[in-house]
């Protein structure tokens, strides 16, 4: 029971791989918190955990920047103490940049940038205060290469390497980690809750994602990786090889990328 008397606040817990992170924290004995916007799926997943009273509901739209405050000070009135914040809650993006519209642009890096580091900046000074602390940053391999039809997401994924690493290097010296996680891959409904350039929601599949990792086996992973805290984690297939291709074959992955089939 690695995270007995630690307490995990898990951002996406009503589904996929926050859900999955939720159910792995729980066997490890973390008390959680679960936020989204969807409360009765918190709630629900808040029963079927192994301990109920140790899990708390606080609902939460990534979209407004300007709760997170308050919605830390709720934190601070449920638990004494926040160890690890898993920031999983986003939205992904289905479209050429061309269909794309500016507002669809904007609401992905709302949700996926804007969001993740609003609540990041709420919890800090919390951190900092008890010179301890973990934030870990599902990004997606999104994050360190780029693919078609996903222009806005792999921006929003980017910046967010861009913003975390800096904040590993400034708070280093408070005894606060940053575990960046980029997944490949995986089975959960992220393209089907993905937009599309008018905004709407894809609503499918795509073939990858189906044929990808479980939701389970990503958590599992995720839970190592951090229990460990690394600097940052791929996690999924032979998606993983673009990473290393694109470090010492650049050119070669841009080549690779432009002829390959993307949904
Ligand atoms: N699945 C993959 O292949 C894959 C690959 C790379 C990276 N990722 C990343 O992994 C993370 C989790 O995605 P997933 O695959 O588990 O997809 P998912 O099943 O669609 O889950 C997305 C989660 O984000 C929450 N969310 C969406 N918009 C929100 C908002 N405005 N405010 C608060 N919460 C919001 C959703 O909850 P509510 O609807 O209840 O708000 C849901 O819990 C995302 O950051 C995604 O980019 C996934």
Redesign the pocket.
């Known amino acids: 029971m690695k995270y007995e008397n630690k307490t995990v606040w898990i951002?996406?817990?009503?589904?996929?791989?926050?859900?999955a992170t939720a159910q792995e924290f729980a066997k490890e004995g973390a008390t959680l918190i679960l936020?989204?916007?969807?409360k009765e799926?918190?709630q629900a997943l808040r029963n079927e955990l192994p301990n109920p009273n140790n899990v708390f509901v606080l609902p939460?739209?990534?979209?407004k920047s300007e709760d997170m405050q308050s919605k830390v000070d709720e934190a601070l009135r449920m638990v004494s103490k926040i160890d690890v914040v898993v920031?999983?809650?986003?939205?992904?993006q289905r479209s050429l940049a061309i269909d794309t519209s500016m507002e669809v642009n904007r609401h992905v890096m709302e949700?996926?940038y804007f969001?993740t580091i609003a609540l990041t900046l709420a919890v800090l000074p919390h951190f900092v205060k008890n010179q301890s602390g973990q934030f870990v940053v599902?990004?997606?391999?999104?994050g360190v290469f780029s693919s078609p039809m996903r222009s806005g997401?792999c921006g929003a994924?980017h910046a967010l390497h861009g913003y975390f690493d800096a904040l590993r290097a400034e708070h280093q010296k408070d005894n606060i980690t940053v575990t960046i996680v980029?997944?490949?891959?995986?089975?959960?409904?992220?393209?089907?809750?993905a937009m599309i350039g008018t905004g709407e929601k894809q609503g499918t599949m795509d073939e990858a994602?189906g044929a990808?990792m479980s939701?389970e086996a990503c958590a599992r992973k995720l839970v190592q990786g951090t229990s460990k805290q690394k600097a940052e984690i791929y996690i999924?297939g032979k998606e993983i090889l673009a990473v290393y291709i694109k470090r010492f074959f650049p050119s070669l992955l841009r080549r690779m990328i432009t002829k390959v089939k993307v949904t």
């Open positions: 951002t996406g817990a009503s589904s996929g791989i926050g859900k936020s989204s916007r969807n799926s918190l939460l739209d990534l979209a920031h999983s809650g986003g939205i992904s949700i996926d969001g599902i990004t997606s391999l999104m997401y994924k980029c997944p490949g891959f995986i089975r959960t409904n992220i393209s089907k809750n994602t990808g939701a999924g």
